[in-house]
């Protein structure tokens, strides 16, 4: 069952998006046409095909403008849609409403958008035993709710942030002198609970690093036919990690190759909005 993100991590996004919405006047049209103490029913309706995500913001969005708006949920974070499906039926004054109405759709559809080519991509390498794993090329202040909605679409996540595990690219090999040193030093830096992982980009760099020994190897923009290779070589004495031209076009056959992991930043990067709306009732 995914596990819902703490309200403390979600307020702050949500809170900032009202703000940045709300200005310093507030919602001057809302307060000009509609009645104080006017109450409204509105339904959130599904568009498209998709896998909705996003739901704990989205009513968030209403209830940070005004307590009194409650939230029906039909459906539940990762469940698929089609369209014409009811999500959820918000409750309550309708200034309220009116005021969320936008920061809580961007909300559900941008999260939506990210869970549903999660789920897409997924769904293209379910004949073999590769995982999905989204990066850190996120929107900024939104990380934790777009690799949220990575599980909601039944993808995983890889490290949060710079601080999680080490990741030696090639610029960290360049400037340290070579992928021995970059290794030696990880290894003496860091303690025994963090895991290493180094990106190679050519199967003698990755004899090198497996020469070495690390905890993953991460293999940038290699052909399905390297991938391979590279699989072999490793012969299960570390992660395998995909990287680098990795969408739901060429997934399948990258997965084939035997890797461990895609990792994916198209998911989060490139998303669309899944299109959702808020009918009156």
Not at 141 to 168: C, P, S, T
């Amino acid at each position: 069952m995914l596990a819902s993100l703490p309200r403390i991590v979600i307020e702050p996004a949500v809170r900032n998006a009202l703000v940045e919405d709300l200005g310093l006047a507030g919602d001057i049209t809302s307060a000009a046409v509609i009645p104080a103490d006017h109450r409204s029913r509105l339904a959130m309706v599904s568009r498209k095909h998709g896998v909705v995500a996003g739901l704990d913001a989205a009513e968030l969005s209403f209830q940070l403008v005004d307590p009194a708006v409650s939230m029906t949920r039909h459906m539940d974070d990762g469940a698929a849609l089609k369209p014409g499906d009811v999500i959820a039926t918000i409750e309550g004054p309708s200034r309220a409403l009116l005021t969320g109405e936008r920061t809580a759709l961007n909300f559900l559809g941008h999260l939506s958008g990210i869970a549903t080519v999660a789920a897409g991509i997924v769904q293209a390498v379910s004949a073999t035993s590769a995982s999905v794993v989204c990066t850190r090329k996120t929107t900024p202040g939104l990380r934790a709710l777009e690799k949220y909605a990575v599980r909601a679409g039944g993808g995983m996540n890889h490290r949060f942030a710079l601080h999680d595990a080490v990741l030696i690219k090639d610029n960290h090999v360049a400037i340290a002198g070579g992928v021995g040193e970059a290794i030696r030093r990880a290894k003496a830096g860091v303690g025994h609970m963090v895991k290493i992982e180094v990106e190679v980009d050519t199967l003698d760099q990755l004899r090198d690093v497996m020469d070495i020994g690390v905890d993953a190897v991460l293999l940038d923009n290699m052909t399905p036919a390297d991938l391979r290779e590279a699989v072999a070589l490793v012969a299960g004495r570390a992660i395998t990690e995909a990287s680098g031209n990795i969408n739901p076009a060429t997934a399948a056959e990258i997965a084939a190759s035997g890797v461990d992991l895609l990792s994916v930043g198209w998911i989060t990067h490139s998303a669309p909005v899944l299109d959702i709306g808020l009918d009156y009732l």
